[in-house]
């Protein structure tokens, strides 16, 4: 199972990004799906998940600025990104929850990030 991130990069502040998620090897409409992200010297959050039914739930930090959506006919996993703040500068990672596995059976999968880098 791969997941692989892009659309990382610098933003100035205000501005917009959306990051995406491929995924090969499973299937994003089957599981819930999010996204976290790890700044600098902090512990990894999670900012926004999305449920197999298409529930949503967000960080307070990131509600009404950031949207999470999945696209199931290419496997890819979305988040747009308005608004950006400095605040919102860090790596960013996907993941796919209790996603069914190749060989049988369920697990948890993640990319290896996208930077963000938002300035003032």
């Known amino acids: 199972v791969q997941l692989v991130e892009s659309g990382g990069g610098l933003v100035q502040a205000g501005g917009s990004l959306r990051l995406s998620c491929a995924a090969s090897?499973?299937?994003?409409?089957?599981?819930?799906a999010g996204w976290y992200r790890q700044a600098p010297g902090k512990e990894r959050e999670m900012v926004a998940l999305?449920?197999?039914?298409?529930?949503?739930k967000y960080t307070d930090s990131v509600k009404g600025r950031f949207t999470i959506s999945r696209d199931n006919a290419k496997n890819t996993l979305y988040l747009q990104m308005d608004r950006l703040k400095p605040e919102d500068t860090a790596m960013y990672y996907c993941?796919?929850?209790?996603?069914?596995?190749?060989?049988?059976?369920?697990?948890?999968?993640g990319g290896q990030g996208t930077r963000v880098t938002v300035s003032s």
């Open positions: 090897g499973t299937i994003f409409s089957d599981c819930a």
């Open positions: 993941t796919a929850l209790n996603a069914p596995a190749p060989g049988g059976g369920y697990s948890d999968y």
């Open positions: 999305i449920s197999s039914d298409g529930m949503t």
